[in-house]
T-cell receptor, first 115, second 110 residues
Framework: NAGVTQTPKFRILKIGQSMTLQCAQDMNHNYMYWYRQDPGMGLKLIYYSVGAGITDKGEVPNGYNVSRSTTEDFPLRLELAAPSQTSVYFC??????????????FGSGTRLTVV | DAKTTQPPSMDCAEGRAANLPCNHSTISGNEYVYWYRQIHSQGPQYIIHGLKNNETNEMASLIITEDRKSSTLILPHATLRDTAVYYCIVNGGSNYKLTFGKGTLLTVNP
C-alpha cells in the first residue's frame, strides 16, 4: 500500500548511543517532515525538507540531523542520545506545502526510549 | 500563526452525530482550516480541510462560519473506532508548519 513507512517501530537506546530513524514514502511527495510527540502533548516539528538536497530546521532541531538524498527517503539521525529524546517520532509527507490545501500523510511512528 | 481553541474532551453515543467545535478568531484570509485525528499510539490521520465553504467527504463534514472565526467537524454516525484525539489546525500561505495543539479527546460510548 502507498504511504509513509517508518522503521524501526520500537527502540531502546542507552545514553550516548546514536541511531538513525528511517522514513520512506512512495507517493512521490516533495515535502517531508519529522515530528516528535511527548506523552500527552501535541506534535512538534523537528526538521523538514522541501525536496531532495534541501532540509531546514523546525521548532526542536537540537540533538538531531537529517539528510534528503532522494525524494523517497528522509532519515533522522540522533547523535549522543539523551533521556530528553525519549518520545514517539512521526514522519510525514505532502505533495505541496500544507498551506495551499493539501493534507499530510503520516507514518505509524517509532517509539524511542533512552535509558 | 493563527491559533485554535478546542475543548479538551467530549463524549458521544455510538450511532449519533459527533460535533467537534473549534475557535480560530485570528484566522487570516488565506489560511485553511484542517482537521486531523490520532487514534491511540497511531500516526495522525488527515480528515478534511476547508477555506471558506463547507466541505464534505467520506469521513466527515466541515462547517465554517461565515466570518471564519470558528468551525465544526461533524462525524455523522460516530462509531467506537472514532474514539481519538481530534486536532483543529489553521495553516496557510508560505507557512509550512502544521502546529498541533492538544486537541479534543472524543470518546464514543456504546
Amino acid at each position: 500500500n502507498a504511504g509513509v513507512t517508518q522503521t524501526p517501530k520500537f527502540r531502546i537506546l542507552k545514553i550516548g548511543q546514536s541511531m538513525t530513524l528511517q522514513c520512506a514514502q512512495d507517493m512521490n511527495h516533495n515535502y517531508m517532515y519529522w515530528y516528535r510527540q511527548d506523552p500527552g502533548m501535541g506534535l512538534k516539528l523537528i526538521y523538514y525538507s522541501v525536496g531532495a538536497g534541501i532540509t531546514d530546521k523546525g521548532e526542536v532541531p537540537n540533538g538531531y540531523n537529517v539528510s534528503r538524498s532522494t525524494t523517497e527517503d528522509f532519515p533522522l539521525r540522533l547523535e549522543l542520545a539523551a533521556p530528553s529524546q525519549t518520545s514517539v517520532y512521526f514522519c510525514a509527507s505532502s505533495p505541496k506545502l500544507t498551506g495551499v490545501g493539501y493534507g499530510y500523510t503520516f507514518g505509524s511512528g517509532t517509539r524511542l526510549t533512552v535509558v | 500563526d493563527a491559533k485554535t481553541t478546542q475543548p479538551p474532551s467530549m463524549d458521544c453515543a455510538e450511532g449519533r452525530a459527533a460535533n467537534l467545535p473549534c475557535n480560530h478568531s485570528t484566522i487570516s484570509g488565506n489560511e485553511y482550516v484542517y482537521w486531523y485525528r490520532q487514534i491511540h499510539s497511531q500516526g495522525p490521520q488527515y480528515i478534511i480541510h476547508g477555506l471558506k465553504n463547507n466541505e464534505t467527504n467520506e469521513m466527515a463534514s466541515l462547517i465554517i462560519t461565515e466570518d471564519r472565526k470558528s468551525s465544526t467537524l461533524i462525524l455523522p454516525h460516530a462509531t467506537l473506532r472514532d474514539t481519538a484525539v481530534y486536532y483543529c489546525i489553521v495553516n496557510g500561505g508560505s507557512n509550512y508548519k502544521l502546529t498541533f495543539g492538544k486537541g479534543t479527546l472524543l470518546t464514543v460510548n456504546p
